[in-house]
């Protein structure tokens, strides 16, 4: 018994022991700052360090003081901010921390919190990708103030750009994007004594953030380090084209002026120094460390020194990491301590063959981070260690304004990143639908403090009580994300961007990958069905009429405002499907209902005071106007700017029903030429012109006959005062040119979209494959790619006095990849014409189209060809 009451005694004392920092309203504490920090701008930010948690005593109904050092009352205990003094005086030396290190310590009845406050020393001149200051005493402080004074980060609470010194804007109380929860006693064991080091050095996005809520949740700004990025075009611009061509890539038999990313002669001494001296002259300018990485969309050079260079021959993966070595080892020569960090993506994704160990002063940055994407690596010698990219808020057919992720997803994949060491992040896709994803991003940056110990199923409720905190809007509103990431699981975690189920092979010795989804509606239909839709609004809606506070109502409008929107998208989707199943005038007008509708709906998110009570709007994003919600313009894998989204609803109302075109070709044993006799029989088909005109209208008509070996087409173009064009190389486009067009699809088993185009004069000719780019991370997936060079023919006659000219094209079916039609075979194809006038103007013709869609590379809207 004696026994027994001592250990209680003990364990009693041990407790008393704990500093008590707030009690029923009251506390002795204050806050103290250094005297000095190395700048002004580091000098407000801990000021306002400082201020958030001053605010959370303040909400516990306790007032404490804000004061520099010298002026501490020595009599009463205090929390010690950066490197002051006291701290010194306990052997913390602020400057050895790496990184977003800080330490949290309690010496006596005084707690410690600091970290290495450190100014930025790189000055930069885009302002897309500042450079930041290191405030690390914030991330000790914000950490603290979630693990010991209630206070949770649950939005973003200052815009982009916006270091923590921005936060003397706005009102920390007040603010729907922190919550300071109830507190009636707060204490810190007096044991304590942590020194930390997050997993991630840099975890950014476009566009990158710097606020309490960043730091909290481990989403680190960049500091003097230039981080993942496509550098050969910041090393030799567009621009030097005009002087030196030679910079540029060969490609059949012409240099290859930069239009969008430039392509490059690697081969080329003076490109090789280029690309050196932009990595030198960011060392030298006070980065720590720099990036290094080919261009998107990469396309070799065909010169023969480039063939040659380094003996590969055409394996141009091993080129470029052969190349990077180099210039990483000079790099290690010239400019010691200096660091790369080396892309490794599509060309480069796989590692070196050649090599297994890279220089001492680089780190790779892998853009997939999947297990299979990691794993070739596990034997490659990186002594940096690696750096990466994910791609979970980049839209997989659904919408940058949809959401993408679930929190599970999330857990796995934080998991896996850490045992990987990932030691950066860059989100190739913010996210920033913090109504409807805001537990999964709470739940990813939560994550990353504890991934073995953490898990979604208790972060989740973190971030609802949170944000909610009544037990029954807590209550209504699990359920509402339950609901949604229940019904985008599938999505999430399987078909989204850069997951297994991604793309397919439909048979396991294809060569080429599908995508596995690539109707978007039939997507949107799926996720978004009208159960799930009317359960969410039926929890969403309990949760507003039991809503109360400021807080919570304003956190509800946010969830509201992306809901609606999602809403209004799905429902478009599901009508835009049942007028296909049953396209006549009622189903047709509800459809046109409800896309005004929801134009109406997205120019109220624009109106005056929308969201007047946060500090920034958060949705719409920063940026978007009203086109870019109504899906007006694609992005990377967004396919609506032809869809039923943007039609053009009044004119609809009164235009007759659209429909794709179809003809019948004839078959001829005929040796044909342009002026063959047999083209007067074939049935001529006039090309619609499209508006707006800038001239009066000069039609176009095509003749089609078929042979054993080829496909003809014979075209007559009528022209206005200009009857002399200039001769563009192969592989230039053509759409701003005077030119007929050809786009064929001979095999509906394979995605694969041919196209010929022939200018007016004989020697402008364009081919290019669509489907033959696999990789569907590079750019020019699901786009024509001109480096694909057909076995075709053509001639071409300009009538100066008819003012006409005649186009004869003759492909192949062996280019085509198939055998000869037999009857009653039918192709998907279109046939276009350009007719360029003055002042860049250009006039088009087209022979297949709909009321929703006029493009030529547009698949969804070619018609057919019947082969008799």
Not at 442 to 450: A, I, L, N
Not at 741 to 770: E, V
């Amino acid at each position: 018994m004696k026994l027994l009451l001592a250990l209680v005694l003990s364990l009693t004392a041990a407790a008393a022991a704990d500093l008590t920092l707030i009690d029923a309203g009251k506390s002795d504490y204050q806050i103290v700052l250094p005297d000095a920090l190395p700048s002004p701008a580091l000098d407000e930010s801990l000021v306002q360090t400082a201020r958030l948690l001053q605010t959370a005593f303040l909400a516990n109904k306790a007032e404490i003081a804000v004061v520099r050092e010298k002026e501490r009352d020595g009599s009463k205990p205090a929390l010690m901010l950066g490197n002051t003094v006291l701290a010194q005086k306990n052997g913390l030396d602020v400057t050895k921390l790496r990184d977003w290190s800080y330490v949290q310590r309690v010496v006596g009845r005084d707690v410690i919190l600091a970290g290495n406050d450190q100014a930025s020393k790189a000055k930069v001149e885009n302002a897309r990708r500042p450079n930041w200051d290191r405030v690390g005493t914030a991330k000790a402080a914000v950490d603290f103030a979630r693990e010991f004074l209630g206070v949770r980060f649950l939005y973003p609470d200052l815009p982009g750009y916006t270091p923590v010194s921005g936060a003397a804007k706005i009102d920390l109380m007040a603010s729907p994007a922190i919550e300071f929860l109830p507190m009636k006693t707060i204490t810190v064991p007096d044991t304590l004594n942590v020194t930390k080091t997050p997993l991630l050095r840099v975890n950014s996005a476009h566009p990158a953030g710097g606020s309490f809520y960043d730091l909290a949740h481990n989403r680190f700004p960049r500091v003097d380090e230039q981080f993942g990025g496509h550098t050969w075009e910041r090393a030799v611009p567009a621009e030097l084209f005009a002087e030196h061509p030679e910079y540029f890539a060969l490609i059949s038999g012409s240099r290859l002026k930069p239009e969008g990313n430039g392509q490059y002669c690697l081969s080329n001494p003076d490109v090789q120094e280029r690309i050196y001296r932009d990595l030198v002259s960011h060392l030298e300018r006070g980065f720590d460390s720099v990036d290094l990485g080919q261009p998107d969309g990469f396309r070799e050079c065909q010169c023969e020194k480039c063939e040659a260079l380094y003996g590969t021959s055409k394996d141009w993966s091993e080129k470029i990491w052969i190349f990077n070595r180099e210039v990483a080892q000079r790099v290690e020569k010239s400019h010691p301590g200096g660091q790369i960090t080396m892309m490794s993506y599509i060309l480069t994704a796989q590692p070196p063959k050649t090599f297994n160990q890279f220089p001492a002063n680089t780190c790779i940055m892998l853009t997939g981070t999947n297990e299979e994407d990691i794993a070739p690596w596990r034997g490659i010698e990186v002594p940096r260690g690696f750096t990466g990219y994910v791609y979970n808020w980049c839209p997989n057919l659904g919408t940058r304004y949809t959401p993408m992720r679930t929190p599970g997803y999330i857990e796995l994949q934080v998991q896996r990143l850490a045992a990987a060491r990932i030691q950066s992040l860059y989100r190739d896709g913010p996210g920033q639908l913090f109504g409807l994803e805001g537990p999964v991003y709470y739940t990813m940056g939560r994550m990353f403090d504890d991934p073995a110990n953490n898990h979604a199923k208790d972060l989740i409720p973190e971030f609802c009580e949170g944000a909610f905190p009544d037990k029954s809007i807590t209550f209504y509103m699990r359920a509402f994300y339950d609901e949604l990431y229940h019904a985008i699981a599938l999505y999430s975690d399987h078909i989204g961007t850069r997951n297994d189920v991604w793309t397919y092979k439909p048979l396991p010795t294809d060569a080429r990958g599908r995508k596995t989804v690539q109707d978007p509606f039939q997507l949107i239909a799926f996720l978004y069905t009208p159960r799930v839709l009317a359960a969410m609004e039926g929890h969403l809606a309990q949760s507003e009429q039991l809503a109360r506070t400021p807080k919570i109502k304003t956190r509800l409008a946010l969830v509201r405002a992306e809901f609606d929107y999602l809403k209004h998208f799905a429902k478009v989707v599901h009508l835009h499907q049942a007028w296909q199943m049953a396209p006549d005038q009622p189903s047709l007008h509800r459809l046109l209902d409800a896309i005004d509708v929801r134009n109406a709906y997205i120019a109220t998110l624009y109106a005056k005071g929308h969201q007047k009570e946060w500090n920034h709007v958060l949705f719409p994003f920063p940026g978007h106007d009203a086109k870019h919600l109504q899906l007006a313009y694609d992005g990377y894998q967004e396919p609506y700017a032809s869809t039923c989204f943007n039609w053009n609803t009044k004119a609809m109302r009164h235009a007759p029903p659209p429909g794709l075109k179809k003809l019948t070709i004839a078959k001829t044993t005929a040796k044909l030429t342009l002026d063959s006799p047999e083209w007067q029989t074939a049935t001529a088909h006039e090309l619609t012109l499209l508006p707006p005109l800038h001239t009066l209208p000069r039609p176009t008509t095509i003749r089609l006959l078929y042979d054993e070996n080829a496909l003809h087409l014979r075209a007559e173009a009528t022209l206005g005062d200009e009857t002399k064009f200039t001769a563009f190389n192969r592989d230039r486009v053509l759409t701003h040119q005077e030119a007929i067009d050809l786009y064929l699809a001979p095999n509906p088993a394979q995605p694969l979209f041919y196209r010929f185009t022939q200018g007016a004069n004989a020697a402008s000719r364009y081919d290019a494959l669509n489907g033959r780019i696999t990789d569907v991370m590079d750019p020019r997936h699901g786009k024509d790619d001109p480096t694909w060079n057909g076995d075709w023919h053509s001639e071409t006659r300009v009538d100066a006095k008819t003012k006409r000219w005649h186009a004869y094209l003759v492909i192949p079916f062996k280019t085509l990849g198939v055998e000869a039609p037999t009857k009653g075979i039918t192709w998907k194809a279109n046939f276009g014409r350009n007719h360029v006038l003055p002042r860049e103007q250009v006039d088009r013709a087209i022979w297949s189209s709909s009321l929703t869609s006029t493009r030529m590379d547009d698949t969804t809207v070619m018609g057919e060809i019947v082969f008799e």
